[in-house]
C-alpha cells in the first residue's frame, strides 16, 4: 500500500493505493493519526487506486471518521474504485461515508 | 494450500482463490468478492480462533463451470460462523467494524456450511451466481 498527501487551505487528500488488509492498515492508520494530531481534520480519502480493501482497512476509516467528527471535521471519500466500492458496501459501511464521484467535488465541499 | 499467520501467506489466499474463480468462469467482480469473502474468513481464524497465536490452516478450492467451493479447514477451538449474530445496521456511534467480516461473507457467498469434526473446524463457502453488488 502507498499513501499519498496534498495539503490545500482547508482540506488534506490522502491518495491510497494497492491493498488495504491486516498487514498494511496499520501503515494508514498511522499517517491518518500524523494529520488528525497535526490539526488537520478536514480530509478526502481518494480511493481510486484501492485493489483490495478488507475489514481491517475498513475498522481504520471507521476509526478516523469518528475522530475527525469529533473535532468538527469530517473523512470523505472520492473516487472510491469499484473494489473499494464493493468492499464499504458489504460491510454496511456506505451510510457512514458521504462519497464523491471525483477529488475535485470532494475537496470542493468541504 | 496452506495458510500461516503473516503478510504474504494472507495475499496468497487471494491468489489462489482468483485463481480458482477464473477456472469458475467468474468475472473480476465476482473474483474480488470471493476474494475478499474467504480472506475475512481466513482472518477471523487467526486473530479470533487461534487469537494471534500462530496456527494453520488449509484451503481447498473446487471449480466447475459457474460455482466455486472454498473448503477452510483449522484447528482452533470450535467456531460456527454460520450462528453467530451480526448486524447489517451501522451507526457512527455503534460501529466498531466487528463482526463486518462475517457479515461481508454473508453478503458474498450463496452457501455457508460449518461443520465440527473431531478437532477440526470446516467451513465451506460456496458461491454460484455473480455478485452484481449489495
Redesign the interface.
Known amino acids: 500500500m502507498e499513501t499519498q498527501t496534498q495539503v490545500y487551505p482547508r482540506v488534506t487528500v490522502v491518495s491510497v493505493k494497492g491493498r488495504v488488509d491486516s498487514t498494511s492498515a496499520g501503515d494508514l492508520e498511522a499517517a491518518l493519526k500524523k494529520l488528525l494530531d497535526d490539526g488537520k481534520s478536514n480530509l478526502v480519502l481518494d480511493l481510486s487506486g484501492v485493489e483490495f480493501l478488507s475489514s481491517s482497512g475498513l475498522r481504520v476509516l471507521v476509526t478516523t471518521l469518528k475522530a475527525v467528527r469529533k473535532t468538527g471535521g469530517d473523512l470523505r471519500l472520492a473516487q472510491p474504485s469499484q473494489r473499494a466500492s464493493d468492499a464499504i458496501d458489504l460491510a454496511g459501511l456506505d451510510v457512514l461515508f458521504k462519497t464523491y464521484g471525483d477529488r475535485e467535488a470532494a475537496v470542493a465541499s468541504f | 494450500m496452506k495458510v500461516r499467520s503473516?503478510?504474504a501467506s494472507?495475499?496468497g489466499v487471494?491468489d489462489y482463490v482468483a485463481a480458482a474463480a477464473s477456472a469458475s468462469g467468474f468475472d473480476d467482480?465476482t473474483s474480488?468478492?470471493c476474494?475478499?469473502a474467504v480472506?475475512?474468513a481466513v482472518?477471523n481464524i487467526f486473530?479470533h480462533g487461534y487469537r494471534g497465536d500462530g496456527g494453520e490452516i488449509h484451503l481447498t478450492a473446487q471449480s466447475a463451470p459457474g460455482a466455486l467451493t472454498v473448503e477452510i479447514v483449522d484447528r482452533a477451538p470450535a467456531f460456527d460462523p454460520t450462528r453467530y449474530p451480526v448486524d447489517?445496521?451501522?451507526?457512527?456511534r455503534e460501529?466498531?467494524?466487528g463482526g463486518?467480516?462475517l457479515?461481508?461473507i454473508r453478503?458474498?457467498m450463496d452457501d455457508i456450511s460449518y461443520e465440527r469434526r473431531g478437532r477440526q473446524n470446516i467451513l465451506r463457502l460456496t458461491k454460484n451466481r455473480s455478485?452484481t453488488?449489495?
Open positions: 503473516g503478510g494472507l495475499t487471494c467482480r474480488h468478492a476474494q475478499l480472506f475475512e482472518e486473530q447489517p445496521s451501522a451507526s457512527l460501529a466498531q467494524v463486518r467480516g457479515l461481508m453478503r458474498v455478485f453488488g449489495v
